[in-house]
C-alpha cells in the first residue's frame, strides 16, 4: 500500500531484453500532481523503465504499484484503462490516420477528464492547426505535438513522456514545454525523460539520476548543484544511492 | 457485339471476385495473416447455406441470414484460438495455419456431402435477363451481385473511415502495439476485423454458390486464387482496388472465354501477371495499409 500519497510506485525492479539487462533493482515513486524528470545518460535506462510502468515491457521482477494496487501483471492496455499513459520514444503516431483520427483513438481507453479534442486544440495550436492532415506529413515538432495530445485524449492519472526533444529544434522544443504548465493544471501527474539537463531543472519538482540501470541520485532541483547531477550523470565519482547530497 | 458482350458480362462478374476479395484483403491489411483457406472458407459458407436450405427450408437467400453470422462467429473465434496464437510465433506460423485450414475444410466437406456438387437454387433469377441491345443483355442476378459488392465496399469505407471500431482497426494496421498504449485490446480489434472478413467471405462464398448453381469440396481451391489475383490487380489495401481488380479479371476472363472455352482462367493469370509486372502496387493501391 501507499501509505505516502504516491500515485505510482516501482520496487525493486529488473528489467531488459532479452539477455540484456537494462534495470537493477529500481525503486521510484511518483507523488501525486508532481512533475518528475528522469535524467541520464543513453543506455542509463530511462526509456526501459518508463515501457515497463507503461507495461509495453514485462519486468524480469519488482512491482509496480498505481494508487496502491499492483498492476504488474496488468496488460498494457489495461494499465492505460486506470490511468497510465505513454508518450512512447519516436512519437509512434498512425501515419494513415489523419490527425484528428490520432488523437480520436488516443480516447481509446474510454477514460473521462477535462481534456477532449477541443481542450487538446487550445493547449497545442500547432496541432488545431494541422487537425485535417495525415500524420506522416508532419514535421518532428508536429509529430511530438499530436504525440502529447494523443496521450492527453485518454486524460491520464500520469502521463509518462519518453524523450519529447530528441531530434527537435530548440525553439520547438520551447513550444512544446510551453503546454506543461496547461497539462499540470488538469491534475496530471507527469513523469519525463530529457536528455537536456538544464531544461529539466527549470521544470521538475524533483530530478531522479539513473546510471547503468541504477537511481544514484534523487532529489529537488534546489537542493543539487550542477556537479552533483553532472557527476551522477556521467558517473565520475559514487555519489551517494539515492540522496540528494548538499553541497 | 460478341466481345462487346463478353466485357459487360465479365465486369458484372467482377462482384462476386470483388466480394470475395474483400476479406482477404481486410485479414491482410489489419494483421498481416495472409488467409490460404480464404477460398475454402468461402465453400464452406456455400455448405452451411446448403445445410440450412435442407434443415429449415428457407430460401437461398435467407440462409445468408443465419450463414454470415455464423461465419462471423466463426472468423472471431479463429482468431481468439488460432491465430492469435500463431501471430505471436512469427510471419510463418499464421500461414501454415491457414494452409492447415485449407487442407482439413474440403476434405471434411468431401467426407460429408461426397464429391457432387450440392445445389444452391435461386429459381428463375438464375436465368431472367434483360436485353439492352441486340446481342447483350443483362442477366437480373449478376447485376444484383454487383450491386451487393458496391454496398459491401460503401459498408467497409464508411466502417474504417467513419466509426471507433475502424479507427482502431487502421490503427491496429499501422502499429497495433502503440494501439495498445491508449487502452485499446488490440487482440479484441483483431478478432473484429477476422469476423467482418469471415462475414464477407461467407456472402461471396453464397453468392459464387448461386451463380454457379451449386458447391462442390473443391472449388474454394480456384476461388482462393481469384481472390489473391483480384486483391494484387487492384491494390493491396484499396478497397476500391478489390472492385477494380474484380471487374479487370472478370473482363479478363470473359474474354478469354470468348476466344476459346480453355481459355477464361489462363488469360485471368496472365492479365494478373502482366499487372503485376507492370505495376507491383496494383491498379489503385499506393500503400500497404488501409
Known sequence: MSGTGSVCEVRGLDAGYGDFHALFGVDLAVAERELLCLVGANGAGKSTLLRAVAGALRPFAGTIHLDGVDITALPDFERARRGLTLVPEGRKLFPSLTVEENLLVGSGSRRSGPWDLDAVYELLPLVAERRARGSARLSGGEQQAVAIGRALMSNPRVLLLDEVSLGLAPVVVERLYESLPGIRAAGTTVVLVEQDLGRTLDVADRVVCLLEGRVVLTGRPADLSREAITDAYFGHTNPQPSQAGPS | ?290
Request: hydrophobic share 60%.
Open chain 2, 1 to 290: 457485339m460478341t466481345l462487346v458482350n463478353a466485357i459487360v458480362q465479365g465486369v458484372l462478374a467482377g462482384g462476386v471476385f470483388a466480394v470475395a476479395a474483400v476479406g482477404l484483403s481486410l485479414l491482410f491489411g489489419v494483421m498481416r495473416v495472409v488467409n490460404l483457406a480464404h477460398g475454402d472458407l468461402m465453400i464452406l459458407a456455400g455448405y452451411l447455406a446448403v445445410l440450412t436450405l435442407q434443415l429449415t427450408g428457407l430460401s437461398t437467400w435467407a440462409s445468408l441470414l443465419v450463414v454470415v453470422p455464423v461465419m462471423a462467429l466463426v472468423g472471431y473465434v479463429v482468431q481468439r484460438v488460432l491465430l492469435e496464437r500463431a501471430l505471436k510465433l512469427g510471419e510463418l506460423a499464421p500461414l501454415l495455419v491457414t494452409f492447415g485450414l485449407s487442407v482439413i475444410i474440403p476434405n471434411v466437406l468431401l467426407e460429408l456431402f461426397s464429391r457432387d456438387a450440392q445445389p444452391l437454387p435461386i429459381g428463375s433469377l438464375a436465368t431472367e435477363g434483360v436485353g439492352l441491345t441486340d446481342g447483350v443483355s443483362v442477366g437480373v442476378f449478376p447485376v444484383l451481385t454487383l450491386v451487393i459488392a458496391v454496398v459491401v465496399l460503401v459498408g467497409m469505407q464508411l466502417f474504417l473511415g467513419r466509426t471507433r471500431t475502424g479507427r482502431f482497426m487502421r490503427a491496429a494496421a499501422d502499429d497495433s502495439a502503440t494501439l495498445r498504449l491508449m487502452g485499446v485490446d488490440s487482440r479484441r480489434i483483431y478478432a473484429l476485423a477476422a469476423a467482418i472478413a469471415f462475414a464477407t467471405l461467407a456472402l461471396a462464398g453464397v453468392l459464387y454458390g448461386m451463380r454457379s448453381g451449386g458447391v462442390s469440396p473443391f472449388d474454394g481451391q480456384l476461388l482462393v486464387l481469384f481472390a489473391f489475383e483480384t486483391v494484387i490487380i487492384g491494390g493491396l489495401g484499396s478497397l476500391w482496388g478489390t472492385l477494380v481488380g474484380g471487374v479487370v479479371l472478370g473482363v479478363a476472363q470473359a474474354v478469354g472465354g470468348q476466344i476459346s472455352p480453355e481459355l477464361p482462367l489462363l488469360v485471368g493469370h496472365l492479365v494478373f501477371l502482366a499487372i503485376l509486372v507492370v505495376r507491383p502496387n496494383g491498379l489503385l493501391g499506393q500503400r500497404v495499409a488501409l
